[in-house]
């Protein structure tokens, strides 16, 4: 019996592995935030209807601070509306909002402004950032092309 439950247990988790697999997207950006930042992490899309879906994503951040180079982790949320971008990403250093467009969601285009958070300021004022997200083959991270 304790073998049959396992088993059905294991099952559970890979169908599970499968569906997180097929909404999530490695992210690829730059961004200026006061500095100059390269980005890369994972985006997670929520949500079943097209053009409107909220994508959440840890990341990494690259940055040189004082001749030395940092690695910062980073938490994002995106809302998506019909191309319409709205989001927020905060680290150890800064709060962001942001505002921006996105293109099927394989590309954002984004600006925002940086609250910093922390007593030494490496990040704040007026922002803007590319993303690129890259999916696999039939992923449903990307919104559909609407035809007329």
Known sequence: MKKYFVAVFLLSLITANAQ????????LAYRYTGRNVLQAGLEFRLGDSN???VILGPSMLY???????????EANAYYTNNGQLYGVSINQYAIEPRIGISLFNLF??????A??????????GITFG???NIAPNHSKFYDKMKMM
């Open 108 to 113: 954002f285009l984004n600006t925002g402004y």
């Open 130 to 132: 590319i993303q690129f």
């Open 63 to 73: 940055t040189r601070i004082n001749e030395t180079n940092k690695f910062i982790p």
């Open 51 to 53: 053009y409107k879906s």
């Open 115 to 124: 609250f910093p958070i922390h007593k030494e300021k490496y990040f704040k």
């Open 20 to 27: 997180i697999l097929d909404r999530t997207a490695v992210n």
